[in-house]
């Protein structure tokens, strides 16, 4: 059966109210928790940035919900050695309940250090390295390596997970769905793309876990939502490799020039309908989804969480909520990777929020 979680969106907000949220969607019935790993917004609209390694260490403290990184890319910002010590530490304080979703990265994360951005290719070649890298460490032995990208000397990892920490690799393509399925211990695809996910199975991926999301922006007034999805998420919408490439925040605000409020409208789930946004979660649970992670954006919180505890998730869950919008007083409220050059141009729903990426 399809868990529903709840995505904690780290370039939006500040820790403060990442940790409030993680409360409040456990009081909801939301069963698991994702969190982005970024080091830059993408655009000024959004605004935050915090240490996603330092959120799960207070998240360990607050919730007992599993908590999974969508996604990290431990390839060229942090070294994969230390993003194992960092996976293996949030571990054991989850007592297990960590899983590290990985990617290629995008150049607005990675490039901060001044290192080359390499082609799709090699970074896939680096994170399929730095998977086997983080293996090893996770075992508690010492370690050396030397690869065609990395070197570890005479490391080991006295903080190891107790038990195996499974490792889940993102994609949006046929070749990134079969690599998943062929290192990965589950695969991250954004997409309710059941063709994808029937690769993943093929390809070694029968019995592991299929993880995706959206972002959606519950609110009374379906207008006001769309603008601020267009305010703060019209990213989410830029055509190709757009998301991976562009370096900085203004570089994302100039190309998303492109993308229109209709687009957005067209796009995103916005607005009181409880039928629209239960349609749009429950498209990956009909595509083969064991996990789905919805994110809330804008400052509308209580609203989105009023109504997904009595409405949106009661529907999914194949409970009776009554058709329709809902009007309610939270309603009312106001308040606050990367497919290779040569596979699937990304649709509408492939937004960099959740590319195979960090």
């Not at 064991?290 to 194949?318: K, M, N, S």
């Not at 409220?333 to 990367?338: C, L, S």
Request: net charge negative; hydrophobic share 40%.
């Amino acid at each position: 059966m399809t868990e529903y979680g709840y995505f904690l969106s780290c370039e939006e907000f500040t820790p403060q109210e990442l940790i409030a949220q993680a409360e409040r969607a456990r009081d909801a019935g939301f069963t698991r928790l994702a969190i982005s790993d970024h080091f830059h917004p993408w655009n000024e609209a959004q605004g935050n940035s915090p240490f996603v390694w330092s959120v799960i260490g207070a998240l360990s403290q607050t919730v007992d919900l599993p908590v999974t990184t969508l996604v990290t890319c431990p390839t060229v910002r942090l070294h994969p050695a230390i993003t194992a010590q960092a996976a293996a530490t949030s571990s054991v304080l989850l007592d297990g309940r960590f899983t590290l979703g990985v990617g290629t990265g995008e150049a607005l994360n990675e490039h901060v250090l001044g290192d080359r951005w390499p082609s799709f290719e090699e970074r896939a070649e680096m994170l399929e390295e730095a998977v086997e890298v983080m293996r090893e460490l996770f075992t508690g032995s010492r370690v050396s390596h030397r690869g065609p990208h990395y070197t570890v000397d005479n490391a080991r990892l006295y903080t190891a997970p107790r038990g195996r920490l499974p490792i889940l690799v993102s994609g949006f393509g046929p070749k990134a769905a079969a690599t998943a399925g062929r290192i990965g211990d589950g695969f991250v695809t954004m997409a309710p793309d059941a063709d994808l996910v029937a690769v993943f199975r093929a390809c070694g991926g029968a019995g592991k876990p299929v993880v995706g999301g959206l972002k959606v922006c519950w609110g009374a007034d379906r207008e006001k939502a769309v603008d601020e999805v267009h305010r703060r998420w019209p990213t989410q919408l830029l055509p190709g490799e757009l998301a991976q490439l562009l370096p900085t925040p203004a570089h994302f605000e100039q190309a998303s020039e492109l993308v229109t409020r209709e687009m957005v409208a067209g796009a995103v789930p916005c607005g009181d309908d409880v039928d629209a946004h239960a349609a749009a979660v429950r498209a990956y649970a009909e595509a083969g989804f064991d996990e789905v992670y919805v994110g809330q954006i804008g400052p509308d919180q209580d609203a989105f969480f009023a109504a997904y505890r009595d409405h949106v998730l009661p529907a999914l869950r194949g409970k009776s909520t009554g058709p329709g919008p809902v009007e309610t007083p939270e309603a009312r409220m106001t308040g606050e990777g990367a497919p290779a050059p040569d596979e699937r141009a990304k649709g509408p729903a492939d937004g960099p929020e959740f590319a195979p990426t960090g």
